[in-house]
C-alpha cells in the first residue's frame, strides 16, 4: 500500500512539473522569484560612474539632452522618464484607436515569428543606433534581459523594440503595469528622471518571449550587480 501511494504521489509531482514548464513557455507571468530589492538595484545604478554613451538623450522630442547611458559592473543603465510603447500586436489594449500612433510591427519578434504582445509581454526599448550611442556594440539585442525600477517596484524585462535615435526612456504597456505606471498609450507613462532602466549585457531570455526565463536570469544578474 505504502508503495502504491509512493507511486502516486511522485506520478504527482512530475504531472505538477510538467504544468509549470508549459505554463513559463507559454509566456504566462511566473512566480517571484528571490533576488535584490528595488531599493538595492536603484542604489547599484546611483551613479553614473562610466558613461559609455558620447552624448546624452532627450526623454521627450524636442527636449532638452540630458540622459547619459551608463556602465556599472557590466550593467548598462539609464535613469530617464516613462513613455509607453504598445506597438506590436493587435490587442483590446493596444491598437489604433488606444493609441494613435499605433505600428503592428516590433524590432524584434516571437520565437513562433509574430511581433511582440505589448500588452502582455514586459519590455525596454532601446534608442536607435547613431554615433552617440549604439546598443548593439553594447552586447545588447532582442531578449536581453533587463530590471527596471521605479519607486518600490522592481521588474524584469527583456529589450524588445527600438525607438528614435535621440530619445530615451520607454517601454512596453505591460512592464508600465507591473511598475505601477499608467500604462495607457496616450495618457499614461510618467514624466521625469525617476525610472532606472537596467540591461545586462549577455544576458539573454531563453525565448524573447518567456518570461520565466527573463525574471530567472534577471534575478541572477541582478543579484550580482548589488554584491
Not at 123 to 135: M, R
Not at 141 to 146: D, F, H, I, L, Q
Request: proline share 5%.
Amino acid at each position: 500500500m505504502n508503495k502504491l501511494l509512493t507511486r502516486f504521489a511522485v506520478a504527482a509531482l512530475a504531472l505538477t512539473a510538467a504544468s509549470a514548464l508549459t505554463t513559463a513557455q507559454a509566456g504566462a507571468e511566473p512566480a517571484a522569484l528571490a533576488g535584490p530589492t528595488a531599493a538595492q538595484v536603484k542604489a547599484a545604478v546611483a551613479k553614473c560612474t562610466t558613461q559609455v554613451s558620447s552624448g546624452k538623450y532627450a526623454q521627450d522630442a524636442g527636449g532638452s539632452s540630458t540622459i547619459p547611458v551608463c556602465k556599472t559592473k557590466g550593467a548598462v543603465h539609464w535613469k530617464a522618464d516613462f513613455d509607453i510603447d504598445c506597438d506590436g500586436q493587435v490587442t483590446t489594449k493596444c491598437n489604433k484607436q488606444t493609441d494613435p500612433y499605433f505600428q503592428p510591427e516590433t524590432a524584434w519578434q516571437q520565437s513562433n515569428g509574430k511581433h511582440l504582445n505589448s500588452a502582455a509581454l514586459p519590455f525596454v526599448v532601446v534608442p536607435g543606433i547613431s554615433s552617440k550611442w549604439s546598443w548593439k556594440a553594447a552586447g545588447i539585442t532582442g531578449g536581453t534581459v533587463a530590471a527596471v525600477v521605479y519607486k518600490d517596484k522592481l521588474a524584469y524585462a527583456v529589450v524588445g523594440d527600438i525607438g528614435p535615435t535621440a530619445i530615451i526612456g520607454e517601454g512596453s504597456y505591460r512592464l508600465a503595469e507591473l511598475l505601477g505606471i499608467n500604462p495607457h498609450p496616450s495618457t499614461g507613462g510618467v514624466g521625469g528622471a525617476v525610472v532606472d532602466f537596467v540591461l545586462f549585457p549577455g544576458v539573454k531570455a531563453s525565448q524573447i518571449e518567456n518570461q520565466a526565463s527573463a525574471q530567472s536570469l534577471g534575478a541572477t544578474a541582478a543579484t550580482k550587480l548589488v554584491g
